[in-house]
């Protein structure tokens, strides 16, 4: 493959200034093709002050430069895991959204004790933290478990984390999160993590991270693991035109077990698509119960 064209300092700041529509159009059929995401044309300006990182970074004159030198790589290039942190967000922190935390903690967990106690379910808990980010959702999961269900070293608990960008899930391994992202984490819940001596820096104990493991993985494909009891995949539907979307839920919902919950975003909008699911909450659909007992040890 040829070298890309370098990049023209004297001119760059003047002739870069935005993606042309064409440009923009290139660029948002290869990121839908990719990943399923949908880039509207209102989001020229943004996709522009990516891109011109990415040239930044790599020495690409242009973007049309840029366009071809992607368009050639392979999908786990380390340049395209880069462009898709640049266009992606991962706002993210421990315990956003807490009413479906207060529900995971004073519903979910003690149910599941309770079924367990009486013989109804084995003593096992894989849940899939779908499009994790940084690592600070699956975290979230972990602690919850260690504050609530009683006898854990009894459990087999398993808490998967997934994204498509191999540099997120490269900080969500190191377990390291800032203040801010600790700012919704409640004062009993503090002794799971390690505070820094600078008091800006905390980090999950081995409590929490022996339960987490962490794979890149893309949305749009098939994940070979499970089935899990619970999926969260949450806030990232929203960026997926409703083809992606049923794409996306139907590769979730092969992993979910017979009676398993789907933890969805509130601005989602799945209910429409997931109509064969019982609704529990606004944003909590539990999947139909496999029509015997025989079908569900199987899936088990």
């Not at 933290?129 to 087999?156: F, K, M, Q, R, V």
């Not at 909008?269 to 119960?289: E, K, M, S, T």
């Amino acid at each position: 493959m040829s070298p890309p064209e370098l990049l023209k300092p004297a001119s760059f700041e003047t002739n870069l200034v935005q993606v042309t529509d064409s440009q923009l159009a290139r660029y948002a059929r290869m990121i839908y093709d990719r990943t399923g995401i949908r880039v509207s044309p209102h989001k020229k300006t943004l996709l522009s002050n990516r891109l011109r990182r990415r040239l930044r970074e790599t020495g690409i004159a242009g973007f049309d430069a840029y366009y071809e030198h992607l368009r050639r790589l392979r999908p786990n290039d380390p340049e395209w895991d880069a462009f898709l942190q640049e266009i992606t967000t991962h706002e993210t922190y421990l315990f956003r959204d807490e009413v479906q935390w207060d529900w995971f903690r004073q519903r979910f967990l003690p149910d599941l004790v309770e079924s367990a106690r009486s013989g109804g379910r084995p003593r096992r808990l894989w849940i899939w933290s779908a499009a994790c980010s940084t690592g600070d959702e699956p975290y979230t999961i972990a602690c919850c478990i260690a504050a609530g269900l009683p006898d854990l070293s009894t459990w087999e608990i398993r808490v998967l984390g997934t994204d498509i960008g191999a540099g997120a899930l490269e900080k969500a391994e190191e377990a390291v999160f800032c203040q801010r992202a600790m700012h919704l984490v409640r004062p009993e819940h503090h002794r799971f993590f390690t505070k820094a001596r600078d008091a800006h820096i905390w980090q999950a104990k081995p409590i929490l991270r022996k339960m987490v493991s962490f794979r890149r993985h893309n949305l749009m494909e098939p994940l070979a693991e499970g089935p899990f009891d619970l999926v969260v995949l949450k806030n990232v539907l929203i960026y997926f035109d409703v083809t992606s979307k049923k794409r996306v839920l139907e590769n979730v919902r092969s992993r979910i077990r017979a009676g398993g919950l789907l933890m969805a975003g509130a601005a989602d909008g799945v209910a429409d698509l997931v109509r064969d699911y019982q609704r529990i909450q606004p944003w909590l659909f539990q999947r139909p119960l496999a029509p015997n007992a025989r079908s569900d040890r199987r899936e088990r």
